[in-house]
């Protein structure tokens, strides 16, 4: 045997390693950086260009045509008519360039820029960053409506929660904050009429494990399933357990095939105390209880959550991807509802 051989995990070449990969990336960064300048700058020169000559719409896009045609022959891929509309769009959705955040690529502002809705737009950039969204996650997150969803969770969407979502995108301060309704389970692929126990669905949960943490959102751990209690010799098990580290806390998760019942938040009322005393660090905050349900009926809910002292949600969860028009109708709804209110006031 070769007694200078060096292992994988030697410290020289441990270090040369990190060495290497800290150059890749900053070397990725400052090509990321420096495309996204070109293409917003050619953005301006076509904004710029159509502003001085007035140009008709029509005479526009075959303008458009034949400025891919010379780039392409000149510069090669990159350059097809709709990568170049996305570069005007570019330009004219962030005219400070700064404001563009250089830690996304081109691909998830070619995704951003196919809302129209300014403050859903930031929305999703400000999540697509602060969580280090893949362009297929921020996709996803668009079609799954997590927008609408996270505006109509509390029930009382008006012009501030929009505000915030588009400045701030999620705020994780109470546990509140860490609730969606509904949850989208669509990448299980469980036909939304097929009969399944709620053992199936913790085992198709548990296969998609980065999916779900995905649609749990920021500061998820998953700590395991069916987690054992024993309380007066009788063992009972929790489906979910998960440690969100931004609220510092246990999250148990029960998981309901049916409608939400008193007896559900009875149940995890009782493990969430059982949490409390026993499985608690000193530095951890109170555990929090979601129930994953069917359906909630606003007045079953209320009086099978009032009056706990645990924090216990009950939330929807569907197997599609929800109606992208209905779910935006409902918050226009619910914003012209309280716009009416406040108009109503003064």
Not at 60 to 87: A, H, W
Request: charged share 25%; net charge negative; aromatic share 10%.
């Amino acid at each position: 045997m070769d007694n200078h051989q060096l292992s994988p995990d030697n410290p020289m070449i441990l270090e040369i390693r990190k060495l290497l990969e800290n150059a890749r990336n900053n070397i990725a960064q400052q090509v990321n950086t420096e495309l996204l300048t070109t293409y917003w700058n050619i953005g301006r020169i076509i904004v710029e260009y159509e502003q001085q000559s007035q140009l008709r719409a029509e005479y526009g896009r075959q303008t458009l045509k034949e400025l891919s045609k010379e780039l392409t022959r000149e510069f090669g891929k990159g350059f097809s008519v709709s990568n170049i509309q996305f570069m005007r769009r570019f330009y004219q959705s962030y005219p400070i360039q700064q404001t563009a955040s250089v830690k996304l690529s081109w691909s998830h502002y070619c995704e951003l820029l196919t809302i129209s809705d300014e403050s859903k737009r930031s929305f999703y950039e400000k999540e697509a960053v602060n969580s280090g969204w893949s362009v297929r996650e921020l996709k996803r997150q668009i079609e799954s409506s997590l927008y609408e969803r996270l505006l109509l969770s509390s029930g009382d969407a008006n012009k501030e929660k929009v505000l915030s979502l588009a400045q701030k995108g999620i705020e994780i301060a109470q546990p509140a904050d860490i609730i969606r309704d509904p949850y989208v389970f669509e990448f299980l692929g469980i036909p939304e009429n097929k009969p399944y126990l709620e053992s199936d669905l913790e085992r198709a949960l548990v296969m998609q494990i980065e999916k779900f943490l995905l649609e749990l959102g920021r500061g998820f751990m998953f700590v395991g399933t069916q987690q054992r209690i024993t309380l007066n010799n009788t063992h009972y098990y929790v489906d979910m357990v998960f440690y969100n580290k931004i609220l510092r806390a246990y999250v148990l998760i029960e998981l309901k095939t049916k409608k939400l019942t008193p007896e559900a938040a009875g149940q995890l009322n009782m493990y969430l105390n059982y949490y409390a005393a026993e499985v608690n660090d000193h530095d951890d905050n109170p555990p929090i209880g979601i129930i994953l349900c069917t359906d909630k009926e606003g007045v079953a809910a209320e009086y099978a959550l009032g009056g706990l002292s645990n924090n216990i949600f009950a939330s929807r969860y569907v197997l599609y991807m929800p109606d992208k028009e209905q779910l935006v109708a409902q918050v226009e709804a619910v914003l012209k509802k309280w716009h009416d209110k406040n108009d109503g006031n003064q």
